[in-house]
């Protein structure tokens, strides 16, 4: 039999859901994109409440639901337009601890089930660490159930008082960028980009501290004196592009900031190699579009990665530039190595939730924090 194709109650109105994002995390919004759209096929009413920007970039209205604008802040303005979001919903799922924080003050003194969905490992250091911890503990504990993308972020709500955490399926949809058109072959892309006769190296992320571009700067250092020289493209935007600019310049690097672009699946249809040198993402878009591309991926060991690729890519310890740029050198001097890591790469991809899976699971969660309702039937089938 088919899963769900229906979630609507004999003589009611269908399940109505809010949906909370924060700033637009790629894999998150990519996650509530396809969450919407099953969802909505299922006789689900969403609302997402995000800010324009990402529904500009995700078009969730596109998908069935309803959009409300919610700025990413805490302040009593949005979290009242959060709540006036969430009145008469059967249910609200955050996506991320800025979201999930949110919508539990939003929540307060309701009785609302709240899902909350964590899809990366926060970062912060110093006195930030210890109100990240304040925050963390604040969303899990106002939370029916925590589903977290990895084992360890799983564990890590159990740690901060949650009262029911599980391992969440998690689907990036693909293609999440744009496919690659049979009128710009690799050849063209590459050549566009300034890698003819060089080999290509690909990361994408946006310029932020703790995604590791100082640390590819490091590295991309020791790529200069091979032959020939690799050109390496990083695509993304923010607030570090000056100063990671002017080290490529003053040190005379192989690196060409090329800033947010929609044409990743072509830029990675024509690299060598794909790099992540340091991301806190669960489950890394780029680490999982790499794979399903067959590209072989160079990453730090952070976040969710090696739960994440396995054996299908090759690792590094977290914040070594040197380990980092020897493991590129030694597989752009090995065909064969790269081959096999290509081919790993999708059988590794082959074993991840798809997004029918992803909807089900979060379907299951629904009924069993909204069931039994008045007059009620679980799912259809």
């Known amino acids: 039999m088919s899963p769900v194709t229906s979630h609507v109650t004999h003589g009611q109105s269908p399940l109505r859901t809010v949906q909370v994002l924060g700033g637009g995390n790629a894999g998150s919004s990519a996650h509530v994109r396809s969450l919407t759209a099953g969802l909505v096929a299922r006789g689900v009413r969403i609302t997402v409440c995000a800010p324009d920007h990402v529904e500009r970039a995700y078009g969730f209205t596109a998908a069935g639901a309803e959009h409300v604008h919610v700025p990413r802040s805490s302040d009593p303005v949005s979290v009242a337009a959060l709540r006036t979001a969430c009145a008469g919903a059967d249910l609200v799922h955050a996506h991320g601890l800025h979201a999930s ?211 299908a890519a090759e690792l590094v310890p977290h914040g070594d530039a040197e380990a980092f740029a020897a493991a590129v050198l030694r597989l752009l001097g090995d065909p064969e190595r790269r081959r096999r890591l290509g081919e790993a790469g999708a059988l590794q991809a082959a074993t991840w939730p798809t997004e029918d899976e992803t909807v089900a699971q979060v379907l299951s969660v629904y009924d069993e924090l909204t069931q039994p309702r008045p007059f009620g039937q679980r799912f259809v089938t």
Do not use: C, M, Y
Not at 131 to 138: C, M, P, S, Y
Not at 259 to 276: C, F, Q, S
Not at 285 to 303: D, K, N, S, Y
């Open 101 to 311: 924080f949110r919508a539990a003050l939003a929540l307060s003194g309701r009785p609302t089930p709240l899902v909350v969905t964590w899809h990366n490992h926060t970062h912060a250091d110093g006195p930030r660490a210890h109100l990240l911890r304040l925050l963390e503990r604040r969303a899990v504990k106002a939370a029916t159930v925590v589903l977290g993308t990895t084992s360890e972020l799983v564990d890590r709500a159990r740690r901060r008082g949650a009262r029911d955490a599980r391992l969440a399926a998690v689907a990036v949809p693909r293609p999440h960028t744009a496919p690659a058109r049979p009128d710009r072959p690799g050849a063209k892309v590459r050549a566009e980009l300034g890698a003819t006769g060089r080999p290509l190296l690909i990361t994408v992320a946006s310029l932020d501290p703790h995604r590791g571009h100082e640390l590819l700067l490091d590295a991309a250092r020791a790529w200069r004196t091979a032959e020939p020289v690799p050109l390496v493209v990083v695509a993304g935007e923010g607030p570090l592009r000056p100063v990671l600019q002017r080290r490529i310049e003053g040190e005379g690097l192989p690196v060409r900031l090329i800033g947010r672009r929609d044409d990743v699946a072509e830029l990675l249809a024509a690299a060598d190699l794909a790099l992540l040198p340091g991301s806190w993402e669960a489950r890394s878009v780029l680490a999982q579009e790499a794979l399903h591309a067959r590209v072989p991926l160079v990453a730090a060991r952070t976040g969710g990665i090696a739960e994440l690729v396995g054996d």
